[in-house]
């Protein structure tokens, strides 16, 4: 069985659900610190201009030690109302704007006062949407004590899972040997980001995958596995 986690993401982009559906077992790491400016909190669509940013107002002041599963969202900033009609402006023409609407403005109408709630929903109903059957679970659930490497080989243990799918940034800090000391497989994905119908102009890269997915509808986890 192949395992492979990442910390929840915002909406996340193209290459994050690839790698769900390459697994035979996902866990949303939701121990590790929590980080600003990073895609945790944030994310970005396609507008008539450029890249246009959703960040999710977090309340990280003097907390720069917790753990991504207690940050709060800062709800003074009326974030939902502004993302929503960002959203609304630049994807309601798209074909299938109509088909995933309902459902993504949904979580823009409920109170979230935790990121990692509010991320995890989020990311399972675009699970749910594109197809993706992938088993999954949440890192606190399973329970580490470790950190790193070590940490990896712990979750594909504790997982029953004999293979790890790591991206490809992995290289920059694992100990390849520990996982073949283990008895462990390891590979990395390797994704070369594909093109699809995309609304203003030249194609741009890296969006969140509810530009996809509002683009291509029905179509979108075959376009996104073309990558792998």
């Known amino acids: 069985?192949?395992?492979?986690?990442h910390q929840p993401q915002?909406?996340?982009?193209?290459?994050?659900?690839?790698?769900?559906?390459?697994?035979?077992?996902?866990?949303?790491?939701?121990?590790?610190?929590?980080?600003?400016?990073?895609?945790q909190n944030r994310n970005r669509i396609k507008?008539?201009?450029?890249?246009?940013?959703?960040?999710?107002?977090?309340?990280?002041?003097?907390?720069?030690?917790q753990p991504i599963k207690d940050v709060e969202i800062d709800n003074t900033q009326g974030w939902q109302k502004s993302h929503w009609g960002t959203l609304q402006l630049n994807l309601k023409k798209a074909p299938y704007w109509e088909r995933y609407a309902p459902g993504l403005e949904a979580f823009y109408a409920k109170r979230w006062d935790k990121l990692c709630d509010l991320n995890l929903e989020m990311t399972l109903w675009l699970f749910r949407e594109l197809?993706?059957?992938?088993?999954?679970?949440?890192?606190?659930?399973v329970g580490t004590g470790t950190q790193s490497t070590e940490r990896l080989i712990e979750l594909c243990k504790?997982?029953?899972?004999?293979?790890?799918?790591?991206?490809?940034?992995?290289?920059?800090?694992?100990?390849?040997?520990?996982?073949?000391?283990?008895?462990?497989?390891l590979s990395y994905q390797h994704y070369t980001h594909p093109t699809y119908a995309q609304r203003y102009g030249d194609f741009?890269?890296?969006?969140?995958?509810?530009?996809l997915l509002m683009n291509e509808g029905p179509e979108s986890l075959k376009i996104l596995r073309g990558g792998a």
């Open 1 to 5: 069985m192949i395992l492979s986690v």
């Open 10 to 39: 915002y909406l996340p982009w193209l290459g994050y659900f690839d790698k769900v559906a390459a697994s035979d077992l996902f866990v949303f790491l939701d121990e590790p610190q929590y980080k600003k400016r990073e895609f």
């Open 47 to 65: 507008g008539p201009t450029g890249e246009v940013w959703l960040a999710v107002p977090c309340l990280s002041k003097g907390k720069f030690d």
């Open 131 to 141: 197809g993706i059957t992938t088993p999954w679970r949440l890192e606190s659930a």
């Open 158 to 185: 504790k997982t029953g899972c004999d293979a790890y799918l790591s991206g490809s940034g992995g290289k920059d800090y694992m100990d390849e040997a520990r996982f073949q000391q283990e008895g462990l497989g």
């Open 204 to 211: 741009l890269p890296y969006m969140s995958v509810v530009d």
